[in-house]
């Protein structure tokens, strides 16, 4: 048996598996109207049009199905046939008529089917050599979903089913293991568990953040708002709704108003704010600027809007409602690499605090872009000789520039070593000249700035989700909304407790401490504690009071320690200022 030892080959095997799962599906319920099936990062999907509904208890049985069927397949042999022909053979199916009417290019062309054993499917290709390398044990249906056809709310809605796939049945048991500690982390059970924010039907994609979520909240921007003011950026507020000729002008009407909550007033079209960059453009034109001025770097962190699809809509990950820690630095073309390096140091100074490794990935040129490929090649090269002076990792991502300019996206790894594109920085050379963004240089002669456009939280609503999930709601001491647990053993200590809960407060940094008073045992009240992932769990009883320390336990551990008071402040504010 051949192994299936790199990204295609494993690609080629969930694609076959796909179609396993077709075969399967139309074999159990044959009136079944197929889709499409394409591999997928952890496996494979395919769309079907039931004729009656089906559920996650089908899957044991399609699955069974699968297995049976393996065995008499081997190849996959490809035939190819006139449009006409292919759609004798799927009269019936609309979805997959359409397909051949975009694949035959009108008729124009031959279409192509891969049969194994007695299933055969249009398709292009990517199959596993012979079925028989397939091990039986290495695939799982995962789950069912609905999706549009086509991704369209204007089409109909298809059953989705899902199915894990790995080379080995070992390699399907780790992820299987991985899948489960994820469930344990889901930001959207434990964020509304630990009151740090919550949805409601009203506002579909739109957060509600609690107080305990907003001290999260507000404790990110502030580091954020310290650190930046100390690297010479000044803060900037907007308007959050602005005339659509603005938009225009930017580039944003042509390629991202489709994404925005648009309205009407007094006849004119606005659009509600959906990225920060045009206003900063305004801000910089505003008055006459000199090359002494520049670099001039603008931050805001102004809330943003965009109106996503209900159906992509997932937790904190994906928001309709969300705040960037966004900054638009002008500069001189001289500056640029000077000014990257600077952001290059931000970036690893606020993930090295959340342990948290990352690499870069270069955005080319779109399909859709604004300028010249001139320009364009000039700033794709400019951002790859950066990369590679400061000896960045960096890998390329072809065409995945942002429309106005290439871009280098951050990518981090969590605790489950998954990977998310989290904050950007991009160099635009055109919304400057749009907007006749001017300086005066040494030489008293105008000069169009250069823009560059970064974020490095990237959003803070994903930002503070994958927080979550990284520290498994466990936030560092720095961060967590409830620092420290104070915990009489009972109403007679309750005195001794607010003592310590009043000197604990008499400190140069304001500890942020809850006193447990109610009339519980105390093991319930560490339990509690516990499962609010408070950080320092301090428990003061008779032996306490009388010898006038704390015991301490932090969160995870069984043992207590016994510590004076002053001893234990010392280290909060250390752990608390190094940000352990």
Same mark, same amino acid.
């Given at each position: 048996?051949?192994?299936?030892?790199?990204?295609?080959?494993?690609?080629?095997?969930?694609?076959?598996?796909?179609? !396993?799962?077709?075969?399967?599906?139309?074999?159990?319920?044959?009136?079944?109207?197929?889709?499409?099936?394409?591999?997928?990062?952890?496996?494979?999907?395919?769309?079907?049009?039931?004729?009656?509904?089906?559920?996650?208890?089908?899957?044991?049985?399609?699955?069974?199905?699968?297995?049976?069927?393996?065995?008499?397949?081997?190849?996959?042999?490809?035939?190819?046939?006139?449009?006409?022909?292919? %759609?004798?053979?799927?009269?019936?199916?609309?979805?997959?008529?359409?397909?051949?009417?975009?694949?035959?290019?009108?008729?124009? %062309?031959?279409?192509?089917?891969?049969?194994?054993?007695?299933?055969?499917?249009?398709?292009?290709?990517?199959?596993?050599?012979?079925?028989?390398?397939?091990?039986?044990?290495?695939?799982?249906?995962?789950?069912?979903?609905?999706?549009?056809?086509?991704?369209?709310?204007?089409?109909?809605?298809?059953?989705?089913?899902?199915?894990?796939?790995?080379?080995?049945?070992?390699?399907?048991?780790?992820?299987?293991?991985?899948?489960?500690?994820?469930?344990?982390?889901?930001?959207?059970?434990?964020?509304?568990?630990?009151?740090?924010?919550?949805?409601?039907?009203?506002?579909?994609?739109?957060?509600?953040?609690?107080?305990?979520?907003? *001290?999260?909240?507000? *404790?990110?921007?502030?580091?954020?708002?310290?650190?930046?003011?100390?690297?010479?950026?000044?803060?900037?507020?907007?308007?959050? !709704?602005?005339?659509?000729?603005?938009?225009?002008?930017?580039?944003?009407?042509?390629?991202?108003?489709?994404?925005?909550?648009?309205?009407?007033?007094?006849?004119?079209?606005?659009?509600?704010?959906?990225?920060?960059?045009?206003?900063?453009?305004?801000?910089?034109?505003?008055?006459?600027?000199?090359?002494?001025?520049?670099?001039?770097?603008?931050?805001?962190?102004? *809330?943003?809007?965009?109106?996503?699809?209900?159906?992509?809509?997932?937790?904190?990950?994906?928001?309709?409602?969300?705040?960037?820690?966004?900054?638009?630095?002008?500069?001189?073309?001289?500056?640029?690499?000077?000014?990257?390096?600077?952001?290059?140091?931000?970036?690893?100074?606020?993930?090295?605090?959340?342990?948290?490794?990352?690499?870069?990935?270069?955005?080319?040129?779109?399909?859709?872009?604004?300028?010249?490929?001139?320009?364009?090649?000039?700033?794709?090269?400019?951002?790859?000789?950066?990369?590679?002076?400061?000896?960045?990792?960096?890998?390329?991502?072809?065409?995945?520039?942002?429309?106005?300019?290439? %871009?280098?996206?951050?990518?981090?790894?969590?605790?489950?070593?998954?990977?998310?594109?989290?904050?950007?920085?991009?160099?635009?050379?055109?919304?400057?000249?749009?907007?006749?963004?001017?300086?005066?240089?040494? +030489?008293?002669?105008?000069?169009?700035?250069?823009?560059?456009?970064?974020?490095?939280?990237?959003? !803070?609503?994903?930002?503070?989700?994958?927080?979550?999930?990284?520290?498994?709601?466990?936030?560092?001491?720095? !961060?967590?909304?409830?620092?420290?647990?104070?915990?009489?053993?009972?109403?007679?200590?309750?005195?001794?407790?607010?003592?310590?809960?009043?000197?604990?407060?008499?400190?140069?940094?304001?500890?942020?401490?809850?006193?447990?008073?109610?009339?519980?045992?105390?093991?319930?009240?560490?339990?509690?504690?516990?499962?609010?992932?408070?950080?320092?769990?301090?428990?003061?009883?008779?032996?306490?009071?009388?010898?006038? *320390?704390?015991?301490?336990?932090?969160?995870?551990?069984?043992?207590?320690?016994?510590?004076?008071?002053?001893?234990?402040?010392?280290?909060?504010?250390?752990?608390?200022? +190094?940000?352990?």
């Amino acid at each position: 048996m051949s192994k299936v030892n790199d990204a295609n080959n494993l690609s080629n095997l969930r694609h076959s598996l796909a179609h !396993l799962l077709a075969a399967a599906v139309v074999d159990l319920w044959p009136d079944t109207r197929r889709a499409i099936g394409p591999a997928i990062d952890d496996g494979f999907y395919f769309d079907f049009e039931f004729s009656e509904p089906i559920s996650e208890k089908d899957l044991p049985k399609i699955e069974k199905k699968m297995r049976q069927i393996l065995p008499t397949w081997d190849e996959f042999s490809r035939i190819e046939l006139s449009a006409t022909e292919a %759609k004798n053979e799927h009269k019936n199916n609309p979805y997959k008529l359409e397909l051949i009417e975009q694949f035959s290019d009108g008729g124009r %062309k031959k279409v192509t089917v891969y049969q194994s054993g007695k299933y055969r499917d249009l398709c292009r290709g990517g199959h596993v050599a012979s079925a028989k390398e397939i091990d039986p044990q290495s695939f799982k249906l995962h789950r069912v979903a609905g999706a549009y056809w086509r991704g369209s709310e204007k089409n109909p809605m298809l059953t989705r089913i899902y199915g894990l796939a790995f080379e080995t049945k070992k390699d399907l048991e780790d992820y299987l293991a991985l899948l489960a500690e994820a469930e344990k982390r889901d930001h959207k059970k434990l964020g509304p568990k630990l009151e740090l924010f919550m949805f409601h039907p009203t506002a579909p994609g739109m957060p509600y953040w609690l107080p305990k979520g907003v *001290t999260v909240y507000n *404790t990110l921007i502030k580091f954020w708002r310290e650190e930046h003011r100390a690297r010479g950026y000044q803060e900037i507020v907007s308007p959050l !709704l602005n005339k659509k000729n603005l938009f225009v002008t930017s580039g944003h009407f042509e390629h991202f108003w489709q994404d925005m909550f648009t309205l009407k007033v007094e006849g004119e079209e606005y659009g509600l704010k959906a990225m920060n960059c045009p206003n900063a453009m305004i801000v910089f034109g505003s008055k006459s600027r000199s090359y002494r001025d520049l670099p001039l770097r603008f931050s805001d962190t102004d *809330t943003l809007h965009r109106n996503e699809l209900s159906g992509t809509l997932n937790g904190l990950f994906r928001v309709r409602s969300f705040r960037q820690d966004d900054a638009h630095i002008f500069v001189t073309e001289e500056q640029i690499g000077q000014e990257y390096e600077r952001i290059f140091e931000i970036v690893d100074k606020f993930y090295s605090i959340f342990g948290l490794e990352y690499s870069f990935r270069l955005g080319t040129r779109p399909e859709k872009f604004l300028g010249d490929e001139k320009t364009w090649d000039l700033a794709e090269t400019t951002l790859q000789k950066i990369l590679k002076a400061g000896k960045h990792k960096f890998v390329i991502g072809e065409k995945e520039g942002a429309f106005y300019g290439p %871009k280098v996206d951050i990518l981090m790894k969590d605790a489950l070593n998954r990977e998310w594109q989290m904050g950007t920085i991009q160099l635009d050379f055109q919304q400057p000249k749009r907007f006749k963004l001017e300086y005066i240089d040494q +030489k008293g002669k105008k000069q169009t700035a250069v823009v560059i456009h970064r974020v490095i939280y990237g959003s !803070l609503e994903r930002f503070i989700a994958i927080l979550i999930e990284h520290f498994a709601g466990a936030l560092p001491l720095w !961060l967590s909304p409830v620092q420290v647990a104070v915990l009489p053993i009972s109403d007679k200590f309750n005195d001794y407790a607010k003592e310590v809960v009043s000197e604990l407060r008499n400190t140069n940094y304001e500890l942020r401490i809850e006193l447990d008073e109610r009339n519980e045992s105390i093991g319930k009240k560490i339990r509690e504690a516990e499962l609010q992932k408070i950080p320092y769990i301090l428990v003061v009883g008779e032996k306490e009071q009388s010898s006038r *320390t704390i015991s301490v336990r932090q969160h995870g551990e069984s043992k207590q320690t016994q510590l004076p008071l002053p001893e234990l402040v010392k280290e909060l504010l250390e752990k608390i200022q +190094k940000k352990n």
